[in-house]
């Protein structure tokens, strides 16, 4: 089995957990916040969607962002001043509170976007990529390492997202 295969099972894992996480969820559900400073099931997805799309796109193949190149803030009614990264990484809870309501099912065709673009980039991977550091403003931050830290942060937020769906509809829910 090759690094390819095992970052792309990883990959697969965490699309196929979100899916079935967010699977029957309604609108009210995915915008359900279990404590007034913390964040929602919208704006986990819509993070994990930006922080993959920034992570393959502007740092490793240095390129325009799937966001930008097909105008997913307009798609999405998002058109919302965001600073660098872009992605809610940072944002206060009055902007996560402000995020605007927008349409899941476009949503979810953004993340696939975004996932088709990762899996076409790791298939286009070879072994000497993955040491290689393409931005300049981190010369010790390679390829290697941004694919780990895509893995364990979306673990990370599939877990959120299971904990407050757990909340809202118990644990088989």
């Given at each position: 089995m ?5 970052i ?5 894992e965490?699309?196929?957990?979100l899916?079935?996480?967010?699977s ?8 359900f ?8 099931i919208d704006f ?6 930006r922080?993959e ?9 240095q ?9 997913w803030?307009?798609?999405?009614n998002l058109?919302?001043n965001?600073d ?6 940072g ?16 949503l979810n065709?953004?993340?696939?976007q975004?996932?088709g ?5 790791i ?6 990529d993955?040491n ?5 403003t981190?010369p010790?931050?390679?390829i290697?390492q941004m ?13 959120q997202?299971s904990y407050?769906?757990g909340?809202l509809?118990?644990?088989?829910g």
């Open positions: 090759t690094f390819k295969n095992i792309r099972f990883a990959c697969e965490y699309s196929l957990e899916k079935r996480l967010v029957g969820l309604t609108d009210q559900d995915r915008r916040v279990p404590h007034p400073y913390s964040h929602h986990i997805v819509w993070h994990i969607a922080v799309d920034h992570w393959i796109n502007s740092f490793a193949k390129d325009i962002q799937i966001w930008d190149d097909q105008n803030a307009s798609k999405l058109n919302i965001l660098e990264p872009r992605s809610g990484w944002w206060t809870i009055e902007q996560v509170n402000s995020m605007p309501k927008f349409e899941f099912e476009k065709d953004y993340l696939n975004v996932r673009c990762t899996d076409e980039y298939e286009n991977l070879n072994e000497f993955m290689s550091c393409p931005d300049k981190m010790n931050y390679s290697s694919l780990a830290h895509i893995v364990v942060e979306q673990s990370q937020h599939i877990g997202i407050i769906r909340m509809r118990g644990i088989d």
